[in-house]
């Protein structure tokens, strides 16, 4: 409610997928949100962050994506923010299995440069910074 009495109508779910009981509330308030899995651009060798192998980061991205598509909430799928979001051998993964379970919305990672890199596996570029 803070957020619609200031005239705000989405909220990014930054760095961490939001609770059902969030984006059922947001249904119901007619809000928008960014449904972001909490990638951080890949295992550390590939220049992320974390010990999870890709597959395992692209199966944390279907059960998000499986989760959470009937919400009318959710309007864009979110599958990195900033370190390591230049991996293009993952952006095209995590797209296609975003697209898998749900094909009707838009793809999208939180950048902090190298755009170039992922950007044509997007459907709407990110920013950050």
């Known amino acids: 409610?803070?957020?619609r009495s200031v005239g705000g109508n989405s909220w990014r779910m930054a760095h961490n997928p939001p609770s059902p009981t969030r984006l059922d509330f947001m249904d119901r308030l007619g809000m928008l949100a960014?449904?972001?899995n909490r990638d951080y651009g890949g295992h550390v060798g590939q220049?992320?962050?974390?010990?999870e192998t890709?597959?395992?980061?692209l199966d944390d991205m279907?059960?998000?994506v499986r989760r959470d598509r009937s919400h009318a909430s959710v309007m864009i799928w979110s599958f990195c923010n900033e370190v390591g979001c230049d991996n293009e051998s993952s952006a095209e993964a995590f797209r296609e299995v975003s697209k898998q379970w749900d094909p009707t919305r838009a793809v999208t990672q939180n950048h902090n440069g190298n755009y170039d890199v992922s950007g044509k596996y997007l459907d709407v570029q990110?920013?950050?910074h």
Request: a negative charge.
């Open 1 to 3: 409610q803070a957020l």
């Open 34 to 36: 960014v449904d972001e």
């Open 47 to 51: 220049g992320g962050n974390t010990s």
């Open 54 to 57: 890709v597959t395992q980061e």
């Open 62 to 64: 279907a059960d998000l």
């Open 126 to 128: 990110g920013f950050s």
